[in-house]
């Protein structure tokens, strides 16, 4: 199995954590990532409020490079800015006669061209549709021993293109999780926004849903993403008395991926985590919520009345 | 061109039928002073002023729930996009302060043609023209910098999508 991998620029920045794990991963399952050459940014959600054009262009140039440099393979986006841009691109733009050929146009300048024949796959429907559950059950070596994790979609994964999962009740990650070992906790909040980069323009406001979601993310081990802003608006105003007073790690699935894989911490980069300290690292280490501490038992009674 | 915009979205959202689906779906709703399901009436009936007073659209976060669930599949996320555009071609000090983050960001993808993040901030602090603004992040950036999440720009990619730019700029200018 082979694919053009676009890590996007969040993933070579303040996420290297999921880059690595998603590649330390895929190696393990024996999945060849070919970075698309040249690749430049997609845009993320500033393009579409500056430039109607470039907000398709942007992603178009990367798709037109993976068709040319890399025919037949399908892409494979694990941001999901990254990953609705440039299905965007094949939802919106072609077949659309006048758009496709402004685009064409806009590329052309570069001398580039997009026909429009590159499939977008984000890693979650690679995961489940492609390498399979039973695949990832046969890589384990040491299970994640029943953690309690919450599976956060994110939006633009689930929204507005339904492709891999059902939009309004996701379950692909649920499942993922269930196979590595992991209990995944029922909640209402896994396909709720983050607040994405209203965090930076209006953070009193997307501070309301992150509260909201950490809250509901209460009793869990982890929270897992598989989104560079969800992660990172999750577990960098942990501190902040506006979400809450909530303290929980939130981690990349492939980072949980890979620990029950055997891999080493250092390979998923586990200490680039701000929500995680020492002891949490151990904690995972040792699967230490296999072991309840005494008094504990009432309280979990407490929690499944 | 704010009139042509204009007009492409009255185009999109025409069949609204004003049934609020998209007003109870958003997540931002509460920090509105215009709901969705208004702000499609303006569109509809051209009331451009009173549009561009509106924090309405600088609050989306493009989640597209309302998209999702719009019983008449219309590209509501999208039409917000639209918004922030049409608001962006009259340029008030309100707006400009509003749109600062996606100038900066659309800055540092020409400049570097990968996203920058520690030349970004700085470039979004300057164009908030807010004082106080970096003084917010510190605590966050210092965190960052503990976990090794600062890297200096790199310029691997710098200028690559300078004929891009140029080229989508000359295009839009002359529609």
Known sequence: MKYAYYPGCSLQESAREFDVSVRAVMDALGVELIDIPDWTCCGASAAEPVSALMNYALPARNLALAEQELPGLDVLAPCSACYLNLLKVNREVVGTRNLHARVNEALGASGLNYRGTVGVRHILDVLI????LEAIKERIVNDLGEMRVSSYYGCQILRPYEVFDDPRHPVSMDNVLSALGAKPLPWDMGNKCCGASLMVTHPEVAMHS?????????GSDAVATVCPLCQMNL????????????????????QLMGLAFGLEEPSVLLDKNMSMDGSMRAGIRSRAWRHEAPGEGDETLARET | MTREILEELRGEIGACMQCGTCTASCPNGFAMDITPRQMWRMVQFGMLDRILESRTFWMCSSCYMCTLRCPRGLKLTRAMGALK???RQRGTWKIRKNSAFYD??????????????TSLMPGYFLKSRDPLLPLHYLPLGVRMMRAGK???PSSAQKGRLKELFAKVREMEEES
């Open chain 1, 129 to 132: 549709n492609d390498i399979g």
């Open chain 1, 210 to 218: 992150v509260a909201a979601i950490l809250e509901g993310a209460e």
């Open chain 1, 235 to 254: 577990e960098a105003y942990q501190h902040d008395s506006a979400a809450g007073g909530h303290h929980v790690p939130i981690l990349y699935l492939t």
């Open chain 2, 85 to 87: 555009r049409l608001a």
């Open chain 2, 104 to 117: 900066a960001f659309m800055e540092n993808v020409e400049k570097y043609g990968r996203v920058q993040e």
């Open chain 2, 150 to 152: 600062l890297h200096a």
